[in-house]
């Protein structure tokens, strides 16, 4: 059995997102309804 309590990473492949926006997003991964994490990034225009 794995440690539930490790890091872990995620990869997204985000090419075909687009922002019509400059400003500031956020990704969010909720598991059973809790944030089980996010990543706040600049998107630059």
């Known amino acids: 059995m794995q440690d539930?309590?490790?890091d872990c990473e995620l990869v997204f492949?985000?090419?075909s997102?687009?922002?019509e926006?400059?400003?500031e997003y956020e990704f969010r991964?909720?598991?059973n309804d809790l944030v089980?994490?996010?990543k706040s990034f600049q998107v630059l225009k």
């Open 4 to 6: 539930k309590s490790r």
């Open 13 to 15: 492949n985000l090419l």
């Open 17 to 19: 997102v687009k922002f």
């Open 21 to 23: 926006h400059a400003g």
């Open 29 to 31: 991964i909720y598991v």
């Open 36 to 38: 089980f994490g996010q």
